[in-house]
């Protein structure tokens, strides 16, 4: 079983930066994961894929979100991090957490096995 907290998320306003953090169970190491993603979902809106990345490292990004935010983990840490630069209105979302046992680190909700409970960011001025 594997536990996924995030936290990070807050209020910025449209051109501002946040970094999110999610924090994986004391018992499960990430590096064990194949694939770690973020994925996002506005009121009314479906689920979309932000970014992923691999045990190995390798990052896959939606072509929304290249150039400006950026994935990484800390395996030592079990912990994921989102970095997001130049954040828009539009981007305004619940952000969550997602683990995948399988290898594919694709941008589909269905490749994930486990899921936080979400991060609340808001860009508004």
């Known amino acids: 079983q594997v536990r996924l907290v995030e936290s990070g998320g807050g209020s910025v306003q449209p051109g501002g930066s946040l970094r999110l953090s999610c924090a994986a169970s004391?018992?499960?190491?990430?590096?064990?994961?194949?694939?770690m993603a973020w994925f996002r979902q506005a009121p009314g809106k479906k689920r979309e894929g932000v970014g992923s990345?691999?045990?190995?490292?390798?990052?896959n990004y939606a072509d929304t979100v290249k150039g400006r935010f950026t994935i990484s983990q800390d395996n030592a840490k079990n912990t994921l991090y989102l970095q997001m630069n130049t954040l828009k209105p539009e981007e305004t979302a619940l952000y969550y957490c997602?683990?995948?046992?399988?290898?594919?680190?694709?941008?589909?909700?269905?490749?994930?096995?486990?899921w936080g409970q979400g991060t609340q960011v808001t860009v508004s001025s």
């Open positions: 004391r018992f499960t190491n990430t590096y064990t994961l194949s694939c």
């Open positions: 990345i691999r045990s190995d490292g390798s990052t």
């Open positions: 997602a683990a995948a046992k399988s290898s594919r680190c694709r941008l589909l909700s269905d490749d994930y096995n486990y």
